[in-house]
Every structure is written in C-alpha cells, then in structure tokens.
RNA sequence: UCCUCGGUAGCUCAAUGGUAGAGCAUUCGGCUGUUAACCGAAGGGUUCCUGGUUCGAGUCCAGGCCGAGGAGCCA
C-alpha cells in the first residue's frame, strides 16, 4: 500500500506509520555515515535521519548532495524524540528529487545573516523563511479575524473601487493612471463609496488595496497598503469609538488564541499584548496636547502630531489610547464638526502601543448639505466630480460614522516588527517596487 | 524634498595612500546524534560609475547612481 501524504503539522498523529512527506530541504548537516536532512513543507520542519547502513546507497548519495531548497518527496517513519525541536524525528527510507537545486546556482538565501537590501530584492524567495512564514500566519489570521468581527455583527462586505474619478482628500497624493482617453486615480480610500453602501445597507465595510504617492521613507510607510473601513448609518462619533477598540480587541485575542507558535519565532513578548482588553484608554486632543508639552514637545494646539509625539502618548498607557476632538483644520474635508465647539472634528485616531503609530483613523461624517458643498469648494475640489455624493444628503441623509484600520501597521505592532516592510508579502515603497 | 550614514568575493564584513583578506555559501575529503554542527583543502574579485590628485588610489577630491536610517505627511 502506497504511504499516505501527510503534513509536517499533523506529524505527531502518525507516529510509527509510513508516510511521505511534500516539500523541501531547509538545511542538512551531515555526521559521517549518519545525515541530518531538514525538511519544511509550509506548514513546519522536521529533521530527518539517515542512516547510511539502514538505506539502499543511492538513496544515502542522493541525500547527501542535496542542495538547500531542493524539492523532495520524502517517504518515513516518524518519531518521538527529545531532542528534535518540533518533538518529532523522521527516520527517511526513500527520498524521490523532485527538483535538485544546481550548485553551481546555489540557494541565495542562506541560513545566516542578510542586508535589507538583498532580502528585499529576494523578497519572492525571503518569504520562505521560518520568520517570514510566522508573519504571513499572523498576517492572515488577523484579516479573518477582522471579517469575522464584521461578519458576526450583521456588517455586509461591500466592495469599494480601485480606479476612482477623484480624489477622497486631496490630489497630491494620488497615482495617476491613464483611464483609456480620461485620467484616473488608485484609490486612497474607499470612505466615500462607503457612505453611498451605509444607506444601502446600513452597516457596511469594505476591505481592499489603497494607495499613496507619499514620498514617505519610514519604516509605518507603504505606497500600497491594505485597509478595512466600517461605515454605520445612524451611527455617532461615541458608536465608532466602541467599535473600533472591540474590533482591535478582538483581533489581539484571536491571534492569542490561534498564532502563539508564530509569535514565539518572531519572539513577540505576548504579555504586551494579553494587556489590549476594552476599554481602551480615551484622550481629547486638547489633553493630549497638554500631556506633550508637559513632556517636552515642541507641538502647539491645532497641529497635527509627529511621530514622536504619537510614540510619547501611546507610551502612557498598557494598551491602545483613542484621541478625539482635534482640530478640524487637520482634519479631511467629510469630518463632522463639534455643535458646542465648531473647531474640532467629531474624529478619532487609535495608536497603537509601543510607538507603532497610528493603525486606526475616522469618525461622524459632515451630514448638513450646504456645510459640505461649502467645504468641497473651499478645498478647492471640483463640484461635479461629488454631485453623487452630494446626492447622499439629498437623498434620505442620516448622521453616519466609520473609521479605516491599516492592516499592516496592525500586523507590525501585532508581531512587534520594527519595519511594515515585513508585513506585507511583497511591499510596496518609495524606491521599491520589485519584486 | 531635506538631513545623516553606507556601497569591497554569491552573502555578512575587514584592509595607515604601498602584494585585496576572513567567516558563511559552493566543490572535494573526514566524522554514527548533528541543532545557523564541526575539522581539513580548493576554486571564487571591473573594490558601484565617471573624472581628478599622486611615482602609486578600495582608501584622498568632485560629480553621478543605488541603498539604509531619520524628518515632514499619513494608515
């Protein structure tokens, strides 16, 4: 009977069968007439154990050249063992080569140290390694978890455009591509379509690629970056608030529950993390203004924060911190004002902990009709590029709120990565858009 | 866009203005329990580019290209 194929992460329920294993060589390390092949699949590793007297001689020659990420179908017999790391060993008897790495053209990535700038350049091949693959599991785990989130709660997932006639919040920052005989832009957010999908459906998110020509050089900066944005008709600043810091919750719960292996590799330390519980800590913007000087900001009311400053604030406190009410000024043209003192924006921005920045961004939307055509024209945008959304408040208007969340800036602080480089599986940034 | 630092073997890095080196990777040899194994040997170079100073430049000077870190802006 032909052996069964199994994947390296079930390994410990076939102890003592026959099974064969997809994948190929993370490492080999050789002792005499005994060889320590390493074998990964995608979903773990495993060392293998050949021993020269238990196997035919070709199948001990053809282990003993292999090249690192050579293709292999493995066949053997796991088991127990104290001193594999993965608690299992597996004793090869056959080894079929799918592919051998030629070592005239050796693997480029090897198991020891790497500039930025190499493993960027081999980013298809970078994502391999055991570091890269705890990313992707996490990476993964917290997108599910936000759908789920939204799912669960009676959210209908509607999808927003990438090529959009206009822009959301100013043109400087938008790719411009040609649209047949027209121009067009990638969007930079899917908020305005988001609102036409709230009246439709009520409560709506969309989830999708957004894209900045910021000529931004940081390590929070992407040029194409993913984005989930919440939209609730009926909603007010106070209902976003909420349900911005138990989406994040429970994202950080999630990937407690599911992804502590892929944590251990990256060495996150989990205790920072089991902290994230709702509630949140709550910051007016004034406050926070008051809370930077006193530590030796140089910031003044009414503007915007610098990194420096977020890293300062989000440093008081043992899980995110929520900061409402800037001034409107810095705020995009949508942003509802507050009644009682018409210079702040009904907003919010969550930053993470550990100076990770901003990963949250939103707020109740500008719902009175001539205050919003008012803004369009002051921004300067054109009038009949918004006549659908004007069409909005015409239309059924109810006050409505909703916020975007970065997911890359959350996997960075998720795994406690010092660069959003990692984050994605093939980034995009200022000077880099290969591969 | 601005500021700072860097570019030498496939990779990570050394090298007072005076013969370009090490570790890893690759190839060959040794080792029956290795954990980024270890031990021995071999092959491997347009020192980012252009120009300049000098008897002589990887090293000094000028310009350019590429990259990294930071600022501003943002999620």
Redesign the pocket.
Known sequence: MEAAVVEIRDIAGHAGQEVVIQGWLY????????L?P?FRDGTGVI?G?V????VPPEVFERVK?L??ESSVRVTGKPRA?Q???GGF?L?VSEVEVIQRVP??H???????????????DHRHLWLRSARQRAILGVRHEIIKATRDFFDNRGFTLVDTPIFTPAAC?GT??LFEVGYFDEKAYLT??GQLYNEAAAMAVGKTYCFGP?F?A????????????W?VEPEVAFAHLDDVCKLAEELVASIVEKVLEKRRPELKVLERDVAKLESVKVPFARLRYDDAVKILQEKGSEIQWG????????TILSEQFDRPVLVTHYPAQ???FYMATDPERPELALCV??LAPEGY?????GGERLADYDELLRRVHHEGLPQESFEWYLDLRRYGNVPHAGF??????AVAWICGL????ETIPFPR????LKP
């Open positions: 490492n080999l390390r050789e002792s005499g007439k005994l320590f390493l060392q154990v021993v020269k007297a238990a050249g090249t690192q063992d001193r594999a790391p060993e004793d070592p005239e050796p693997y480029p990535i090897t198991p020891k140290e790497h500039g930025v700038e190499f493993l960027m919040e400087t920052t930079q957010s957004t900045r910021e000529k931004s050089k940081t390590r929070r900066h992407l040029t194409e970056f984005m503007g915007d924060f610098g990194a420096t400053d977020e810095v705020k995009a921005d969550m920045g901003e990963i949250v961004g975007g969340m970065g997911i890359e800036r010092d660069h959003v480089r940034m200022l000077y880099r």
